[in-house]
């Protein structure tokens, strides 16, 4: 059963402190589990329902830049680090090398022009809470001047090795989470995209 908005915990930052409000924790009656064979009782079920807090930190800029049809990566600015000038998708907040915190960047449009296929895994079989389409493309995907591989969902078309593809973006009903995050391949059409999805 969906809950409904008293069943629900929400939560506001004010004054720098987490405000929660509402319902965190829904107790639920557990079951008996009896061995069929002997009759004697073998353990019980332990529903838990749970809202959980989860804090972004750092990393937030990224997932509320994908329902804003952006994607933010970061970059190592510090003048006395080897890899200088190193982008990081997906987004770390620290600098690997130099430990100092990178620059926020927004690499939207080199996502758009240069992403491609660098591998794939077609998922058959997903595990539970599962909330994407099945078979599920993981794709990992390169990006010129970047530094890393980002792992993702190629939600319209097949994956190939070296297949262009870009970003798409839930900006309708943004979850805030990584699931706003997918992509197609190249040439792909707007009316093709996943119900809430844009360019
Ligand atoms: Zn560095």
Redesign the pocket.
Known sequence: MPKTENEKGFVDVVNGRYKPKGVFHIPEANQPIFNKDTGKLAGITNPRDMTYMHSYGGEAPFFEGLGKGKLMASR???A?????G?IYQPFRIY??????K?TVIDMTDLAKTTAKIHSYIITHRSGAFNSLPKPIKFINIEFEGVVTILMSVLAVGEPEFDKKVVPIFNTKTPTYTITDLRFVVEGTSESELPEGFTF
């Open positions: 190592c600015d510090n006395k680090c080897e890899t200088k190193s600098c690997p090398d130099c430990l100092r990178n």
